[in-house]
């Protein structure tokens, strides 16, 4: 056998591996922020070595999820994009296309201040205020927004907001598919309530096709 066709099972293993660390410590951290690698590994299935192999101290195992949760926001943001669709219709499914993924990196929220900082979890978070900005601009150049605040003000604003309800989700205190957040973000944005619930049910219906 030569050495290149042994050396990819073990590339493989190893990426299996990776993922299956990664995905047992977003688990895991959302329940227990304090739990030790020692711990992770022994969930993940893997001998502390494989794991210390791929992440040498908490900081790396948290950059790499952060990594993973910025790359893919940036997809999302990307698919979620509406750009010719009415502003409020836009804005609904970017935040019910949206909650899925804080939903699933909600855990880096009780770990932002203490762990990743500020400016980290603001840099992964850029590119989607930064597509808000984009909407509630063109949301309230066409009338469909009322302009009661600046479109990177509102942004921060709803993103502040969205931050809010995913920690209540951590707290056990609530829980939602995307659909009443993307209400409340449209209320929020200054769209009145009877219409921002009908455009997120015609979002939520064309979502389901």
Known sequence: MSKSVAREPLRSNARS????????????????PDITL??????????RRT?????????????????EAAETLRGTV??????????????????????????????????????LGAERVAEILAVARDEVTAVLTRGRRDGVFPAHLPP?????????????????VNDGAWQDDGSRVAVAT???????E????????????AAAE
Request: aromatic residues 6%; without cysteine; glycine residues 8%.
């Open 51 to 67: 794991l210390f192999g791929h992440f040498p101290g908490r900081a790396a195992l948290l950059e790499a999820l952060a990594e």
């Open 17 to 32: 591996n990776r993922a299956r660390i990664l995905a047992t410590a977003r688990q895991e951290l959302g329940r227990n």
């Open 152 to 168: 990177p003000v509102l942004s921060a604003g709803l993103e502040a907001m969205t931050v809010a309800l995913l920690e209540q």
């Open 78 to 115: 990307a698919a979620a994009s509406r750009p010719s669709e009415p502003a409020d219709r836009a804005l609904a499914h970017f935040a019910y296309s949206i909650w899925p993924v804080g939903d699933r990196y909600r855990m880096l929220l009780a770990l932002a201040r203490r762990d």
């Open 186 to 192: 449209l209320v929020a944005a200054g769209v009145p």
């Open 194 to 205: 009877g219409r921002a619930t009908t455009v997120v049910g015609e979002v939520v219906s």
């Open 38 to 47: 020692e711990e992770l590994a022994k969930a993940a299935g893997v001998v």
